[in-house]
């Protein structure tokens, strides 16, 4: 892993993940998060995956939700939401909510890949 302090692997983590992928599409989800999670959201991004923040969790998660809400209260989560990958699901929506959009997600790749 690169680096020597807390945080320098976010874009090895994304390439990882990129990589395992291997085409397929793929998620990040964001559960709360401090200082790390805004450069890990951004590697994320910049990989062209999409954030699914999960809002009420805590934190760096709650910014971004408030953010999609039109309530910035943070420049970095302008930048991310400002890509258009990026979307909340409720932490009371349970598990199904957060399936259902992931399912969606791989859906309507799957259909784009299909039609290249």
Not at 22 to 45: F, H, K, M, Y
Request: aromatic share 4%; net charge negative.
């Amino acid at each position: 892993m690169p680096g020597s302090k807390w945080g320098d692997e976010s874009a090895w983590i994304a390439d990882v993940a990129t990589q395992l992928a291997a085409g397929a599409p793929s998620v990040t989800v964001l559960i709360n998060g401090g200082e790390v999670t805004w450069e890990d959201a951004r590697q994320s991004v910049r990989a062209g995956r999409l954030v699914i923040t999960i809002a009420d969790s805590g934190r760096t998660a709650d910014l971004l939700a408030a953010g999609l809400r039109a309530d910035p209260t943070d420049a970095r989560a302008k930048e991310l939401i400002a890509s258009g990958l990026v979307q909340a699901v409720d932490l009371t929506a349970g598990t199904i909510a957060l399936t259902t959009i992931i399912e969606t997600i791989f859906a309507k790749e799957s259909i784009r890949s299909d039609l290249q």
